[in-house]
């Protein structure tokens, strides 16, 4: 059973620093241990706090593995994992499981700010921003041309949605007020009043969609079904002017079969928030036209990052209370 509000305050160790409203709260409810370095924990480090607290708080950046539920096991103590983040593939659900701690995230907080830099992308890529920017700051540009510059337009093009959750759904309320036309491929197909409301073509099969989108937009969670859910053979099913577009997690796309579809020609371009294997980024990636690269930015607002810290602290402290925490991923105490 978790904690009962009788309990003393319970021990809660933070991998990263959080915005600084969120630290001081923590500070003010719970015998919290913060990273004021923000220097990420290394494996050790992530198991010895494993080790000391009744509530861990990682990020997307520790690598919360059965090696740090063994070590868990062993201090006997921790009971939740509270990601700050929603995406929990950085966890080891069934090391969790066994270990019977229970986790939650952060969903729902940072659905229009990642939908609002995959838009970003998706305008970037085709109209060539990231490259007109360099060309101003490094002096270069001669002045305006009939012929400079050339992108592709955006209207009246073909998106298709990989995972049409919360994020992909904000992506296609913003993608048609652009005037592009959404499909999407996902698990189990949309009831049709929110099929309608979006106008959008669901694909059940996603190589069929592949074939005929212009641009494509990975949205869904990484999960073991999702790991290079895009492959060569994929990008071989793409039209040569399709872009991709990923804020969501890198290991969804084969990032060397990117590489090799990119500098073939055998797609357009590339807008990637996210990589496999963060923070290095193939080098091959830097060198390719039509690629525009982010450092993992989607949810970066100072609102966006206030939010989960809330949430954070909203699922400790109803657990804390004795009850079943609201973005509860895995039940600990099932
Ligand atoms: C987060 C993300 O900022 O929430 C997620 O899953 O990918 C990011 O936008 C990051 O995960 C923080 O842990």
């Given at each position: 059973m978790p904690a009962s509000a009788s309990r003393p305050r319970p021990r809660v160790?933070?991998?990263?620093?959080?915005?600084?409203?969120?630290?001081?709260?923590?500070?003010?409810?719970?015998d919290v241990e913060l990273n004021l370095t923000d220097t990420p924990f290394t494996a050790q480090q992530l198991a010895q706090a494993a080790?000391?607290?009744?509530?861990?708080?990682p990020t997307v950046t520790d690598h919360v593995d059965a090696a740090v539920f063994a070590a868990a096991a062993e201090g006997g103590r921790l009971k939740l994992c509270a990601n700050f983040g929603v995406g929990v593939d950085h966890i080891d659900m069934h090391a969790a499981r066994a270990a019977k701690v229970a986790i939650t995230n952060t969903p729902g907080v940072l659905t229009d700010d990642t939908a609002d830099m995959v838009m970003a992308l998706i305008l970037s890529v085709p109209r060539r921003l990231a490259?007109?920017?360099?060309?101003?700051?490094?002096?270069?540009?001669?002045?305006?041309?009939?012929?400079?510059?050339?992108?592709?337009?955006?209207?009246?093009?073909?998106?298709?949605?990989?995972?049409?959750?919360?994020?992909?759904?904000?992506?296609?309320?913003?993608?048609?007020?652009?005037?592009?036309?959404?499909?999407?491929?996902?698990?189990?197909?949309?009831?049709?009043?929110?099929?309608?409301?979006?106008?959008?073509?669901?694909?059940?099969?996603?190589?069929?969609?592949l074939a005929r989108v212009d641009f494509i937009s990975i949205n869904c969670p990484h999960t073991p079904e999702t790991h290079h859910l895009i492959d060569a053979r994929r990008f071989g099913l793409m039209q040569r002017n399709a872009y991709v577009i990923n804020a969501a997690r890198g290991e969804i796309l084969d990032e060397n079969a990117l590489c090799e579809a990119l500098a073939a020609g055998r797609i357009a371009g590339a807008g990637l928030d996210v990589f496999e294997r963060e923070p290095f980024i193939d080098p091959r990636l830097l060198d390719l036209p039509g690629v525009v690269l982010l450092p993992h930015m989607g949810s970066a607002t100072f609102e966006g990052r206030q939010a989960m810290g809330e949430k954070v602290i909203a699922n400790i402290r109803v657990w804390v209370d004795g009850h079943r925490p609201p973005d509860i991923v895995l039940d600990g105490w099932a």
């Open positions: 160790i933070v991998t990263r620093r959080l915005p600084h409203a969120v630290e001081t709260r923590m500070a003010e409810l719970f080790r000391d607290c009744d509530v861990l708080v490259e007109g920017e360099k060309l101003v700051r490094a002096g270069e540009w001669q002045g305006w041309s009939p012929t400079g510059m050339l992108g592709h337009r955006i209207t009246g093009k073909r998106l298709g949605i990989i995972g049409m959750g919360r994020i992909g759904r904000a992506v296609a309320t913003r993608a048609r007020a652009f005037g592009l036309t959404v499909h999407y491929h996902n698990r189990h197909r949309l009831p049709p009043e929110v099929e309608g409301e979006l106008e959008a073509t669901f694909w059940a099969d996603l190589d069929a969609m």
